[in-house]
């Protein structure tokens, strides 16, 4: 049974960072696209970025780029997403997914990922 687990989530002040993980078990990880996702109470689940199987192709959602920075290390079947100068409106429960194609964010829905972790709390402050 795969099992995706994100950590690194917490509380932080506007302008800080933090530093998501998530790894990925029983799955074979460099044959998947990652994603990560994030939900706002009372909103629909957004795309935030995506790497491909060898993190070659990258997308971020407009609203963070040059703020996040997705990676991955196979070896370690993990992937990051840094994410600087935080503001409030990145306040969310971030997902990440597995799935077989790294789209860009307009065309990227949670329907085109396989696994999903439990989510781990963004919680940024003014």
């Known amino acids: 049974q795969v099992h995706v687990l994100e950590s690194g989530g917490g509380l932080v002040q506007a302008g800080g960072s933090l530093r998501l993980s998530c790894t990925a078990s029983?799955?074979?990880?460099?044959?998947?696209?990652m994603g990560w996702f994030r939900q706002a109470p009372g909103k629909e689940r957004e795309a935030v970025s995506c790497?491909?199987?060898?993190?070659?192709?990258?997308y971020y959602a407009d609203v963070v780029k040059g703020r996040f920075t997705i990676s991955r290390d196979n070896a370690k079947n993990t992937v990051y997403l840094q994410m600087n100068s935080l503001k409030p409106e990145d306040t969310a429960l971030y997902y990440c997914?597995?799935?077989?194609?790294?789209?860009?964010?307009?065309?990227?829905?949670?329907?085109?990922?396989?696994?999903w972790g439990q989510g781990t709390q963004v919680t940024v402050s003014s």
């Open positions: 997914s597995a799935g077989y194609y790294c789209l860009p964010v307009p065309d990227s829905d949670p329907s085109d990922y396989l696994y």
């Open positions: 029983e799955l074979a990880f460099d044959e998947y696209a």
């Open positions: 790497i491909s199987w060898n993190g070659n192709t990258i």
